[in-house]
């Protein structure tokens, strides 16, 4: 008996010692306790240009760098042309260093347009509803289509255009987490739901609207104060809705939209980006 419990705490020590470690990221898609030991991975920034490093480290709007580093994150910084600077070369380039030099690879954030005057080129999939196609990153997130399911590390983007674009996100980036210029946080108790139920061709789709009701439920439930609507439908039909620029002025935690629209904005109802300025509260 003395033997096999003897057996038992060794292989229990050899089992924590050896514990595969994942990006902390993971452990919210696992339900059950895999064996796996959680710590926080590598962002990795990618960058247009590398003029934009000395805007994206300046004090005076917040040294991102730092602030990542702060949250725990091992900070890495490339240049978009440094890898290649095309998109198949790009993603050549992340394979590799989520495969064969850091599997910790947590984020990864590009900074750049898919246009423009700081390019990160981007892919683009059939629309299931529509002739366009759609811009996406998500495949930079896999390596081969029976990965599709199982991105490697998430992925973001900041669409600049201009330095200036860059300081405003970084900024406003470090602040939702920051909170350092706002004295009174109520208002994040509060919520924004906007859809839009719109078809050019019967029959018009119900869930946008559907979906959006059953959210509000949601956020009630779970403590916000106020949970404001703007609901776009065959019995609805008001395309410009002065609830949202009302709402979003008073102050809000979450905005949700569900229906359509493009980059342009939202089309049902009608919030397009020459919505936000001049006068919104952004």
């Given at each position: 008996m003395k033997?096999?419990?003897k057996n038992w705490y060794l292989l229990t020590a050899l089992s924590i010692c050896f514990a595969q470690e994942l990006p902390l990221t993971q452990r919210y898609f696992h339900t059950e306790d895999m064996g796996y030991e959680y710590q926080r991975g590598t962002y990795l920034i990618v960058l247009a240009d590398p003029s934009l490093k000395a805007i994206l480290i300046e004090e005076e709007t917040g040294d991102f760098i730092k602030f990542k580093r702060s949250q725990g994150y091992n900070v890495k910084i490339i240049d978009f042309n440094w890898v290649g600077g095309t998109k198949s070369l790009l993603k050549y380039y992340l394979k590799n260093y989520y495969k064969n030099i850091d599997p910790m690879l947590e984020?990864?954030?590009l900074i750049g347009d898919?246009?423009?005057?700081y390019p990160i080129p981007s892919f683009t999939i059939p629309s299931y509803n529509e002739s366009d196609l759609d811009v996406t990153d998500y495949p930079y997130t896999f390596f081969d289509n029976n990965d599709i399911l199982q991105p490697a590390f998430f992925i973001g983007?900041?669409?600049?255009?201009?330095q200036e674009d860059l300081r405003k996100?970084?900024?406003r980036s470090i602040q939702?987490?920051?909170m350092d210029y706002i004295d009174d946080v109520s208002y994040l108790n509060n919520a924004l739901l906007v859809a839009g139920n719109y078809s050019d061709t019967p029959p018009w789709p119900v869930t946008p609207v559907m979906t959006s009701k059953w959210l509000m439920d949601e956020l009630i439930h779970f403590g916000y104060n106020t949970v404001d609507s703007a609901f776009f439908s065959l019995e609805n039909q008001m395309i410009n809705n002065p609830i949202i620029a009302t709402s979003w002025n008073s102050g809000v935690g979450i905005i949700n939209y569900r229906g359509w629209g493009?980059?342009?904005g939202w089309h049902k109802p009608y919030f397009h980006r020459e919505s936000v300025d001049p006068g919104l509260n952004n």
């Amino acid at each position: 008996m003395k033997i096999i419990q003897k057996n038992w705490y060794l292989l229990t020590a050899l089992s924590i010692c050896f514990a595969q470690e994942l990006p902390l990221t993971q452990r919210y898609f696992h339900t059950e306790d895999m064996g796996y030991e959680y710590q926080r991975g590598t962002y990795l920034i990618v960058l247009a240009d590398p003029s934009l490093k000395a805007i994206l480290i300046e004090e005076e709007t917040g040294d991102f760098i730092k602030f990542k580093r702060s949250q725990g994150y091992n900070v890495k910084i490339i240049d978009f042309n440094w890898v290649g600077g095309t998109k198949s070369l790009l993603k050549y380039y992340l394979k590799n260093y989520y495969k064969n030099i850091d599997p910790m690879l947590e984020y990864v954030l590009l900074i750049g347009d898919i246009n423009g005057s700081y390019p990160i080129p981007s892919f683009t999939i059939p629309s299931y509803n529509e002739s366009d196609l759609d811009v996406t990153d998500y495949p930079y997130t896999f390596f081969d289509n029976n990965d599709i399911l199982q991105p490697a590390f998430f992925i973001g983007r900041w669409s600049i255009r201009s330095q200036e674009d860059l300081r405003k996100v970084k900024f406003r980036s470090i602040q939702y987490t920051k909170m350092d210029y706002i004295d009174d946080v109520s208002y994040l108790n509060n919520a924004l739901l906007v859809a839009g139920n719109y078809s050019d061709t019967p029959p018009w789709p119900v869930t946008p609207v559907m979906t959006s009701k059953w959210l509000m439920d949601e956020l009630i439930h779970f403590g916000y104060n106020t949970v404001d609507s703007a609901f776009f439908s065959l019995e609805n039909q008001m395309i410009n809705n002065p609830i949202i620029a009302t709402s979003w002025n008073s102050g809000v935690g979450i905005i949700n939209y569900r229906g359509w629209g493009d980059a342009n904005g939202w089309h049902k109802p009608y919030f397009h980006r020459e919505s936000v300025d001049p006068g919104l509260n952004n």
